[in-house]
């Protein structure tokens, strides 16, 4: 009887495995609410001395040259989409652009009247990649979702190829498993799916007409630590009449009483600049082909010059775009004139401006 | 301005070693003086060599709008590229002569409010400033009694012309005195001649000085070293000498970096006047075409 009970046990304990091992776990455990996009990677490298050879250092550059060379031969992969299939409505989104503020310069309009315009260059804008909507899960936040968010793709855009090894592996690795070579800028455009376009494609600056309104989002000039006059505006006090100490503070910053406290949200001194902005409805006066620039009108665009910022078809209900734009972009091609101008706009070519006299 | 240029003739050197102390003279970018001016002028009254050799010399006076802003925030090779591009064809359109601040000029322009649709002014350039597109010159009369400036956009389209009518330069580089001196300093006829000057004669300098009206003024003249105001100490009292003496900046002709900055230096100049070289020279030669016919008169040096 012993030695049978003996037997069975040891049989049932030669048959246990360690299969499943049970994990103890928090019943009051979330993951982690911050989770960044896979192409937020480290983009700087440490830069260190690798004590190449010179021939080394020599092969390397050929081999960024050729990938540089075969990157910029690489046709656009529209020149063989049959485009109409597709076509533009009002609710589209379509895919904005990466530019470059690099000046202000005057125009004159064709009454004589003379108007301040800001250059934006569109620099090496290529497409990168397309996430489409259901495959698209960005972080949640507190703000309210969109609904139509969830109908969106998104389409990362990248503008100025740099040399690869001067960025982390794992930012190269982005453009690298595209086939694309690293770019400096990489952004992500919201874009309706029909709107998507294939890695590789050029964008330029005709992808917007003269005319059409654009909104513009960059970051504002750093200011640093401001007090309430520059900040706010504020007037400050008398520089004289018994004033002492007091010629540039707020004054008073809340009342008595039930609201013996300060408000929420009052103007205070702070860090002012630096924050991202978008300047709605800037319309487009003049579009340079060669050199992708577009002359915007007005002097408002945020940042200093060199600034990157961002460019996407106006959402302004009265400024929309009200025929088809280029879709999904303006192809590359040869035989565009050099410029185009808006037909309030005379060109500097043009002869000079005389007023009939009725 | 900067090394290359003052390189080229040892007479310029020997002027910039009386003021800069000898281990900073590698580096000058000293301000014009009027001594370098009327110097570049004789370089190139005496042969052709020299103005080929270095059109920088000849065109940053000439063409001062040409030189972008010297400030690092502003600057942008391709935004410069296309200003002067733009710049060109306006002047392809436009004759645009080479004045300065004291030549007499008359402009027409065309003004949809004005009867005929075109209005004429003549006047004396106090200022011209400016870079690129923005260059802009003020005009000054005196009509009817009454003082009337006009501020000028160089490459606005509607200017019709812009006449010289009589070339030349004062002793200062603003002329904002002429707003407190008498009125017959900034009175001027609209229907003056032009004075053409004979080919290759340097731009003469008008060495008047212009009386001031009393007190009170718009500026305080007497702290801005002015060169071309004949009668300034009659109307100061003991403190204003005591607080010029205060204020004056003595040590500021010895800040190279100063200077420097305000500059734009040869490297980037000769870039710049090789790029619009040609072009402007072809301008040139058409407007010479065009102007040879026109008879020669003297200058004569006047009371303005």
Redesign the interface.
């Known amino acids: 009887m012993a030695t049978s009970n003996m037997k069975i046990l040891c049989s049932t304990l030669s048959r246990l495995r360690v299969d499943y091992i049970p994990i103890r776990q928090n019943a009051f455990y979330k993951p982690p609410k911050y989770r960044p996009p896979h192409w937020f990677v480290p983009k700087e490298r440490v830069m260190s001395e690798d004590f190449l050879t010179q021939e080394n250092r020599d092969f390397i550059e050929e081999i960024i040259q050729d990938k540089r060379n075969s990157q910029i031969a690489l046709e656009s992969p529209l020149a063989h989409a049959d485009q109409q299939t597709i076509e533009w409505n009002p609710f589209t989104r379509r895919v904005g652009l990466i530019a470059r503020k690099i000046g202000n310069y005057p125009l004159w309009s064709k009454e004589g009247k003379k108007y301040q315009t800001t250059l934006l260059q569109v620099v090496d804008n290529h497409v990168i990649k397309y996430v489409p909507p259901e495959q698209f899960n960005p972080m949640k936040t507190t703000k309210v979702q969109w609904k139509e968010k969830k109908t969106l793709g998104c389409l990362l855009v990248g503008s100025e190829t740099v040399d690869p090894s001067t960025v982390t592996k794992e930012y190269s690795g982005i453009f690298n498993s595209v086939g694309m070579l690293p770019k400096r800028h990489l952004f992500r455009f919201m874009v309706s799916p029909h709107a998507a376009l294939p890695t590789g494609t050029p964008l330029f600056a005709t992808h917007f007409r003269v005319g059409d309104h654009i909104d513009v989002r960059a970051k504002t000039m750093d200011r640093g630590f401001q007090g309430v006059m520059k900040r706010w505006g504020f007037s400050g006090m008398p520089a004289s009449h018994g004033v002492t100490k007091t010629h540039r503070r707020p004054g008073n910053i809340g009342g008595g009483g039930e609201k013996a406290r300060v408000w929420p949200g009052t103007k205070m001194p702070g860090h002012m600049g630096n924050r991202w902005r978008t300047l709605r409805g800037v319309k487009i006066l003049r579009i340079n082909t060669k050199y992708n620039i577009l002359w915007t009108l007005g002097v408002a665009i945020p940042g200093e010059t060199g600034a990157v910022c961002y460019l996407y078809d106006t959402i302004l209900p009265l400024k929309k775009l009200k025929t088809a734009p280029p879709f999904p972009t303006h192809p590359a091609s040869d035989d565009l004139p050099l410029e185009y101008y808006d037909e309030s706009i005379h060109p500097f070519e043009g002869e000079t401006i005389l007023f009939d006299e009725v | 301005m900067a090394l290359a240029i003052r390189k080229s003739t040892f007479s310029v050197l020997a002027t910039a070693r009386c003021i800069v102390p000898r281990e900073f003279r590698s580096l000058s970018s000293l301000p014009e003086t009027n001594e370098d001016v009327a110097q570049d002028v004789a370089k190139r009254s005496t042969g052709r060599r020299i103005r080929f050799q270095n059109p920088a010399l000849e065109y940053r006076h000439v063409y001062p709008e040409f030189l972008p802003d010297p400030n690092p ?4 090779t ?2 410069e590229k ?2 002067r591009a ?2 060109l ?2 002047r ?3 004759d645009i002569p080479e004045f300065y601040v004291g030549s007499i000029l008359a402009v027409v322009i ?3 409010h004005a009867q ?2 075109t209005n004429r002014f003549v006047g004396i350039c106090i200022e011209r400033k400016g870079c ?3 260059a802009e010159f003020t005009l000054r009369n005196v009509v009817d009694h009454q003082g009337v400036e006009i501020r000028y ?1 160089l ?6 012309s812009i006449q010289i009518i009589r070339l030349e330069k004062r002793l200062d580089d603003k002329l904002f005195y002429l707003r407190d001196a008498l009125p017959e300093y900034s009175t001027f006829s609209f229907d003056m001649d032009p004075e053409i000057l004979p080919e290759g004669t340097p731009v003469p300098v008008n060495p008047v000085q212009v009386k001031l009206k009393p007190k009170p003024w718009l500026e305080r003249w007497e702290r801005q070293e002015l060169k071309g105001v004949a009668n300034i100490e009659e109307h100061l009292k003991e403190n204003d000498r005591v607080r010029r003496e205060l204020r004056k900046t003595p040590w500021e002709k010895y800040d190279l970096m100063k200077q420097y900055r305000k500059t734009i230096p040869a490297e980037d100049q000769n870039e710049i006047w090789g790029e619009v070289h040609n072009q402007l020279n072809q301008l040139k030669l058409s407007r010479k075409k065009m102007f040879k016919k026109r008879p020669v008169t003297t200058p004569k040096t006047q009371l303005a």
């Open positions: 925030k502003w600057r942008n391709l935004r296309m200003e733009d710049m064809k306006r392809s359109q436009i065309s003004d949809p005929g649709k690129g597109l923005r956009d490459y606005d389209p509607t200017i019709q």
